[in-house]
């Protein structure tokens, strides 16, 4: 937590730790994983306040009296200017690096909060939002990055979606929030519990079996989110979805595309690790609706998002007409076309969807190599889809042997000679 005293009011100094704000921001790119990154913002723009009272020169204390933290406000634009500069006075301490950020001030039930990125052309930092939890009176700021230690209630699920849960109990129908939470669930489910169960199978099929019956949970919770969402909307939206699923997505607009994709995402991935469960598989044709409708209204979605789930999906949808790999590696160029070849998960997706489907092992290892090629600092927004995607590939690839009947093209050319 980061107390800062207004200087220019001739405040007494305040606590010990009362600039560590200041130096957490510098060190941001190399910490994300403490801090509540909001790429996918989980407020609107009805939330976001003004208060002149943060406008000021604030300084540190003690170890930190090195740091200045001078805050601006463009009222037009609703949005802060934050300047980390050094006290030229000041020769003790910890010192500061120069940056500058900029930021909204967000206002969810009772709580406000400071969502805030660099300033590309004053900064080196990621361009990456970061949340703080803000406090104030006439004499005091209070900034406190959202870390695991704010939330002593994340226990088994991370601290972020225990923070936005938190919120929604305030204002339950807050579509930004219910949007962020769904999307958070699936994410995390995926990376964190479905993924480390297909790794750990071979070793341990009762293990792997537990943790799916927890993804498919956590699927699901991230679904009921997404399906609140829509509901704000368009009310009585999940029971009609159950009755008619096609006619039911026709009131969507492309506004409801994120959450319209995330409900889908969730609900299929919830379907992926429940084949024993028929009333769940019988879900299909409303997964099926939620997408087609999403891509009908927005097929750019997120830089092709829907056509990297479409690359998956197309080998179970039911009714269509001809070869579903023609149709997957539609999507595979559609979104490689819109992702510049940036992002690992189109050529993750083709490749076991399709290759593995196909026994095309030479196809199969050329998109696995080409997911691996990719930077993932190229596109720091990108970076952990591209880390987790990587890693998968490289999971893959380590169990072709048994993906594939036929040995290595080499390996047979050696034997026909």
Known sequence: MSHLADNSRGNAPRNLRLLALTI??????????CWVQSVYPFYEESDVVVDPGLVGNWEGDSDLKSCLLKIGLDPATRTYTIEVANS???KTGAPCQAATFEGKLV?????RFLDV????EKCWAAPLD?????ETDKQKLVLTPLDPDWMASAMDLPFALKLMEGLLDQVPQHRGLLFATSSGFTQYSYVWVQQPADEVEQQDVERAKIMRLRARKLYLRARDYGIRGLEV???GFGAELRRDPKAAVRVARKKDVPLLYWTAASWGAAISVSKDDPELVADQPIVEALINRSLQLDAE???GAIHGFLISYESARQGAKGDFAVRSRQHFERQVELTEGSLASPFVALAEAVSVSKQERSEFESLLKRALAIDPNTKPEWRLNNVVMQRRARWLLSREDDLFLSEKPEVQNAADN
């Open 88 to 90: 030229g006075d000041i």
């Open 233 to 235: 909307k368009h009310r």
């Open 130 to 134: 970061s949340l703080m939890k803000v």
């Open 301 to 303: 979605f997120d830089h």
């Open 117 to 120: 990125a660099p300033d590309q």
């Open 107 to 111: 206002q969810i039930g009772v709580q």
């Open 24 to 33: 957490a921001i510098m060190s941001l790119p190399l910490t994300t994983g």
